[in-house]
């Protein structure tokens, strides 16, 4: 079955770096997803990469996989006090996605 | 505008009630999702639909109920049976290519 882990909590200063950690399992997951959740809403996806893939760059967004240790991380440069949210790492499985608990990060001045 | 539409976006219900939340979509997708979110536990798979009148359980199907008579929606009733229904309810569509789930805002249930 699917498992998909995170820290719970991030704190950054702002304008520091931010770096999100996640584990998953199903080694033929073909796509892994980013998503933020801002308070009562939906979440919305902040990027994904493709299982053949190291790295992926989008603006401040910097995504690693390493599929060999099957992890997962999410880098987002100059962190700002709009990026406080609860960020989400999911992987795909069978039509479905599997999500993590979700990492909520916090941005301090 | 395209997208996903969850209605009503707050409701409360007594105990033994059942209740349905709606979920429209105008994304022309296939497969559409619905999760329920708890603090801390992340998004838990409770049913889902990849074409019209064929639908599938999820992880935590017990006490909820779905119907795929149309393209455009995919309503979830929580029934009495649910033992504990409070919880954010969360709709999607997948795109078909990617993978990747759209998500509509969400509807907040509370049972008094």
């Known amino acids: 079955g699917e498992d998909v882990e995170q820290s719970l909590f991030l704190s950054v200063r702002e304008g520091d770096s931010s770096v999100i950690n996640c584990t998953y399992t199903?080694?033929?997951?073909?796509?892994l997803y980013w998503y933020k959740q801002e308070p009562g809403a939906g979440l919305q996806l902040l990027t994904y990469?493709?299982?053949?893939?190291d790295m992926k760059q989008d603006q401040r967004l910097t995504v690693l996989l390493n599929k060999k240790d099957k992890h997962l991380s999410l880098r987002i440069a100059d962190t700002q006090t709009g990026d406080s949210a609860i960020y989400f790492c999911?992987?795909?499985?069978?039509?479905?996605?599997?999500f993590g608990a979700g990492t909520t990060v916090t941005v301090r001045a | 505008d395209g997208g996903i539409t969850q209605s009503p976006k707050y409701l409360f219900r007594k105990e033994g009630q059942n209740v349905t939340l709606s979920c429209e979509q105008n994304l022309n997708h296939d497969a559409m999702y619905w999760y329920r979110q708890d603090p801390g536990q992340g998004l838990r798979l409770i049913y889902y639909?990849?074409?019209?009148?064929?639908?599938q359980k999820g992880d935590i199907a017990e006490g909820y109920s779905v119907s795929r008579e149309k393209k455009e929606s995919f309503p979830l009733t929580v029934t009495s049976a649910q033992k504990n229904p409070t919880a954010f309810y969360l709709c999607a569509t997948r795109r078909p290519n990617t993978g990747e789930l759209f998500f509509g805002e969400g509807s907040r249930l509370t049972v008094l």
């Open positions: 199903d080694s033929s997951s073909t796509y």
């Open positions: 639909s990849q074409i019209v009148n064929d639908f």
């Open positions: 999911a992987e795909q499985s069978d039509y479905k996605l599997s």
């Open positions: 990469i493709f299982s053949n893939m």
